[in-house]
């Protein structure tokens, strides 16, 4: 077993206005793995961020970032966190590689050793042609890629991202996540990443935990998700018709079925939610009773349903 | 004696190189005890350097310098035009010609103390209005924030910077104006006028410290510049114009009338001085007459029998500067306060990405 880099205890945040931003969050993040914050904008993860990096004080509960308490001793944290924010913002008046070698100066590297660091990083993340143009004139993406060097220049063992590929194109936004991949594995950097696009989640992600109002809801990899998630036992099938009838016509016609729990007209399609797997009695039922089949499907779980679902409840 | 010289030399070289050996040591001590203070010096010396370049870059700040040089420029114009007239008059003062430079004036052009005193505010203004707001609305302060340097060292390297930057243009302003008086007059200053000189440079920066650290201040208190920018020229158009109005107002009822004994003269004088010395400006303009006429011997009011048997003579720097003590102590109190606002509203903040 890996070793724990975050532990978040018993983490809550209450603002002025009495709302609980974060909810009594308990999460542990292991050495090297890419984790996922996933949630609905406002579903307190910026906040969390915050706290993990002692930009704000939690209200209650601990988080310790290699052992050491965020809250109390922010800055020996922020030697070993790197934090990208979403829509990072670096001096315009500034080139590329003069920001970085402020960073890596205010980390206490020389100034020889910041540029060639500097250097070294704008090749890796694709800017090496930008280095000695303003900031002002970069892109959405190669600010974003900026910040990725930005937070890497420091020799971080954590990476936070928040919201790291929002407004960036989806060509880019690939690279960019290939990219984050790529470091963790080869430089064995703990990355958290924050997002409430699902897709990336999925796409780079070991591990996710859902968030919704400030609670912690579901954690774990796909798989165990979507089984916390079902374990109702529910079966859900879909089809249509050709013929257009309405839903009490198809009850009758499914009557004889057993397990039918709800059925439900969806537009397009009916959607049907059993005790049991009956997708195969319900397309010999139809046929059978004359009507013509034009889709049937029986309904498979990605994270897709299971944000859904999720955020739906909540 | 010719050869015992050299061995004297000697040993005192070889005390000095053993003390030097001893302070180095002690240094390097002191180097591995605060290694960790020393690298977060470092940092506050990296963000200082930066925060200094880009106000040498800014269009404000170039502005403000071609504004003051202008004026100043004006001011020792009149100055020396003037220089002969005010040196003809019997006073205490007339062997100052370089202080005269400084405090003299035909009544079109105000002297270059009362520039000082009119523009300085504005300079600590511009220099800090946007000073943390600004950082925080494009987004930098929370990625600065997230380096491992304490967070008070943000607002510490933001007033070192302005506070330099305001202390180098002020000195060589003076300077130039020596300069100015040298080739005009032909004669060189004395030390006492060349300390007073100092002195008075001194004084501006601490008086443009005040108002540096109250727009950083606001800078941290409001979200947006152009409000906090606002706040700043409310406070100094506040002193500097509402406030005397409101102080007429009040003292006019309570001013003694001419059959009124001496003491209850005093009284009212006290009570003036009081609430006049509440302008900071005030305090500054105070402070920089005494130490610029070296005649002042009080700032408050003297009954007779204390000036009864003095000589109408300058007084030595020494004792200017303790008329003065309590004014320079007044506004570096001031400096102090905001600065311990801005610091109680700075340290506990949830710095937010945008």
Partial sequence: MALPVIEIRGLTKIYDNNKRVVDNLNLTIYEGEVFGLLGPNGAGKSTTILMLLGLTEPSEGTVTIAGIDATRNPVAVKKIVGYLPEDVGFYDHMTGLENLVYTAMLNGFSRSDSEQKALHLLKRVNLEQEAHKKVGKYSRGMRQRLGLADVLIKNPRVIILDEPTLGIDPSGMHEFLDLIVQLSREEKITVLFSSHHLHQVQQVCDRVAIFVNGKLIAEGNIDQLSKQLFEDGSFHTEFALVEDVSTDTIQKALAGIKGIKRLQWEGQIFALESELDITAQVGRALIEQGYNLRYLNRKQYGLDEIYQRYFLNA | ?354
């Fill in chain 2, 1 to 354: 004696m010719l050869k015992r010289k050299p061995m004297f030399v000697k040993s005192i070289s070889d005390r000095l190189t053993l003390t030097w050996q001893q302070i180095k040591n002690r240094l390097s001590n002191l180097r591995v005890v605060q290694s960790r203070e020393a690298t977060f010096l470092v940092a506050l010396g990296v963000m200082v350097r930066k925060e200094v370049a880009d106000y040498l870059r800014s269009w404000r700040f170039l502005i403000l310098v071609a504004l003051i040089v202008l004026t100043c420029i004006g001011s020792v114009y009149t100055a020396i035009t003037n220089m002969a007239k005010a040196l003809e008059k019997s006073n205490p003062d007339q062997i100052f010609f370089y202080l005269k430079l400084f405090t003299v004036s035909d009544g079109t052009m105000p002297s270059f103390i009362v520039f000082v005193g009119f523009l300085g505010p504005l300079l600590g203004l511009m220099l800090g209005f946007d000073a943390i707001n600004h950082e925080q609305n494009r987004g930098t302060l929370s990625r600065i924030l997230s380096q491992p340097i304490p967070r008070d060292y943000v607002l510490n390297a933001k007033f070192l910077a302005a506070y330099l930057v305001v202390s180098v243009l002020l000195l060589v302003l003076s300077l130039f104006v020596m300069g100015v008086g040298m080739i005009v007059l032909g004669v060189p200053p004395t030390a006492e006028e060349f300390l007073r000189i100092l002195f008075f440079v001194v004084l501006s920066t601490i008086y443009v410290a005040v108002w540096i650290n109250l727009s950083i201040f606001f800078s941290v208190r409001f979200r947006q510049p152009a409000t906090s920018a606002l706040a700043g020229i409310a406070v100094w158009l506040f002193f500097t114009v509402f406030y005397p109005l409101l102080l007429s107002f009040i003292l006019k009822p309570m001013e003694p009338s001419e059959m009124a004994s001496a003491v209850e003269i005093l009284k009212y004088e006290k009570i003036r001085l009081l609430l006049v010395q509440l302008m900071p400006n005030e305090l500054f303009s105070q402070a920089t007459t005494t130490i610029l006429t070296p005649s002042i011997r009080s700032i408050g009011p003297l009954t007779i029998q204390q000036i009864y048997g003095s000589i109408p003579a300058p007084l030595p720097l020494s004792q200017s500067l303790l008329i003065v003590l309590p004014q320079v102590i007044g506004l570096i109190a001031l400096s102090l306060i905001c600065f311990i606002l801005s610091y109680i509203s700075f340290m506990r903040k949830e710095i937010r990405s945008r």
